[in-house]
């Protein structure tokens, strides 16, 4: 299946979450850095599973999202909870001209910067007082390689993750404070046809070819029937861990 313009179409409904949970130690995590009077800059903050959480916890919220479907998703998730104190703006965080926020907040999106130096440098001048990046500490599609290899005949490269950025902001003079959060059960489906469907578009495998045949043998050998579902075969736990910093 080839890339499309909007990547993350077919997969933004699975990024919303109910804002009012109480239940998750990032928001909980996060909301410490956080007064009702704050302001929070969400760079790459897609449907706004963290957005809309914290919307609710400080006065003001700006978004910065590329990708129209993920905005789509905030919009839904935000006027179904009355959450008003929430601006997108439709932009890369490369081109986006935003406001300074007392808190820059940026989740998962460094795993493919290429720029890593100016895009940090850019979220570090836009936080008045701290920035914080949570990230896993390993490429958050890890468990592929094996489906990769079965299916495209070469080695799947790996991403960098929050491991390597800590040894960039090194080289950079930031210092961050590093916690560990929590451990992210490996990835599951609830049956084969989703793991097809999923596995079709992350590995970009059009139905009925010779891809297509090698991923379903590849299934046969690497998913294996767990409490949760199919479970893939060595994939363990991923940790996340919170990357943040002082600018004050």
Same mark, same amino acid.
């Given at each position: 299946?080839?890339?499309?313009?909007?990547?993350?179409?077919? !997969?933004?409904?699975?990024?919303?979450?109910?804002?009012?949970?109480?239940?998750?130690? %990032?928001?909980?995590?996060?909301?410490?850095?956080?007064?009702? #009077?704050?302001?929070?800059? &969400?760079?790459?903050? #897609?449907?706004?599973? %963290?957005?809309?959480?914290? *919307? $609710?916890?400080?006065?003001?919220?700006?978004?910065?999202?590329?990708?129209?479907?993920?905005?789509?998703?905030? /919009?839904?998730?935000?006027?179904? @909870?009355?959450?008003?104190?929430?601006?997108?703006? =439709?932009?890369?965080?490369? =081109? =986006?001209?935003?406001?300074?926020? &007392? =808190?820059?907040?940026?989740?998962?999106?460094?795993?493919?910067? @290429?720029?890593?130096?100016?895009?940090?440098?850019?979220?570090? *001048?836009? *936080?008045?007082?701290?920035?914080? !990046?949570?990230?896993?500490?390993?490429?958050?599609?890890?468990?592929?390689?094996?489906?990769?290899?079965?299916?495209?005949? @070469?080695? /799947?490269?790996?991403?960098?993750?929050?491991?390597? $950025?800590?040894?960039?902001?090194?080289?950079?003079?930031?210092?961050?404070?590093?916690?560990? !959060?929590? +451990?992210?059960?490996?990835?599951?489906?609830?049956?084969?046809?989703?793991?097809?469907? &999923?596995?079709?578009?992350?590995?970009?495998?059009?139905?009925?070819?010779?891809?297509?045949?090698?991923?379903?043998?590849?299934?046969?050998? !690497?998913?294996?029937?767990?409490?949760?579902?199919?479970?893939?075969?060595?994939?363990? +736990?991923?940790?996340?861990?919170? *990357?943040?910093?002082?600018?004050?």
């Amino acid at each position: 299946m080839p890339p499309q313009d909007d990547f993350w179409k077919p !997969l933004a409904p699975a990024f919303r979450a109910d804002p009012r949970r109480t239940d998750d130690p %990032l928001v909980e995590r996060l909301a410490r850095e956080l007064q009702p #009077g704050s302001t929070l800059l &969400d760079v790459g903050g #897609g449907a706004g599973r %963290l957005a809309l959480a914290l *919307a $609710l916890r400080c006065r003001r919220v700006t978004v910065v999202e590329p990708s129209e479907s993920m905005m789509e998703e905030l /919009r839904i998730g935000a006027g179904k @909870e009355g959450i008003r104190n929430v601006t997108v703006v =439709a932009s890369t965080w490369e =081109a =986006a001209t935003v406001k300074p926020a &007392d =808190a820059v907040l940026c989740s998962h999106v460094l795993y493919t910067v @290429e720029d890593v130096d100016a895009f940090v440098r850019k979220l570090a *001048a836009h *936080a008045k007082k701290r920035v914080l !990046l949570p990230m896993f500490m390993e490429g958050p599609q890890s468990h592929l390689p094996p489906f990769w290899e079965r299916v495209h005949r @070469e080695q /799947r490269a790996v991403l960098p993750a929050l491991k390597e $950025l800590m040894a960039v902001l090194w080289e950079m003079g930031i210092y961050p404070d590093l916690e560990m !959060l929590e +451990s992210v059960p490996p990835p599951h489906y609830d049956d084969r046809d989703n793991a097809l469907r &999923d596995l079709r578009f992350r590995l970009y495998v059009q139905p009925g070819t010779e891809k297509d045949r090698l991923l379903q043998r590849a299934m046969k050998e !690497l998913l294996v029937e767990s409490e949760d579902g199919l479970a893939i075969m060595g994939a363990g +736990s991923r940790r996340l861990g919170l *990357a943040s910093w002082s600018t004050d």
